[in-house]
Nanobody, 123 residues
Framework: QVQLVESGGGLVQAGGSLRLSCAASGRAFGNYAVGWFRQAPGKEREFVAAIHWNGVTTVYADSVKGRFTSSRDNAKNTQSLQMNGLKPEDSAVYYC????????????????WGQGTQVNVSS
């Protein structure tokens, strides 16, 4: 079993920044690709960002490209999502997910999920 725990969410004003963290137990992140997804009330879960198992190659949703950055620290077994220039429409519960096989934009590709952390951006 791989356990994922997100942290770093909170309330921030539009234009501000937050850094989300995802800690893993059971396996090191070096063996997994990691994705970030978010879900707002009444909406479907949507893709935000993902990072390859190599810890370098990344892909982002068009809505966050240039504002969000996904990275990892293998020594700390931690995955991070730096969110800058936050907008009210970024408000959602953010989840990290991991897969030891295929990675991409589709949630179905990921096998392990955290419980999420709430991000609220005020106007």
């Amino acid at each position: 079993q791989v356990q994922l725990v997100e942290s770093g969410g909170g309330l921030v004003q539009a234009g501000g920044s937050l850094r989300l963290s995802c800690a893993a137990s059971g396996r090191a992140f070096g063996n997994y690709a990691v994705g970030w997804f978010r879900q707002a009330p009444g909406k479907e879960r949507e893709f935000v960002a993902a990072i390859h198992w190599n810890g370098v190659t990344t892909v982002y949703a068009d809505s966050v490209k240039g504002r969000f950055t996904s990275s990892r620290d293998n020594a700390k077994n931690t995955q991070s999502l730096q969110m800058n220039g936050l907008k009210p429409e970024d408000s959602a519960v953010y989840y990290c997910a991991a897969t030891a096989t295929t990675w991409g934009r589709q949630a179905a590709r990921y096998d392990y999920w955290g419980q999420g952390t709430q991000v609220n951006v005020s106007s």
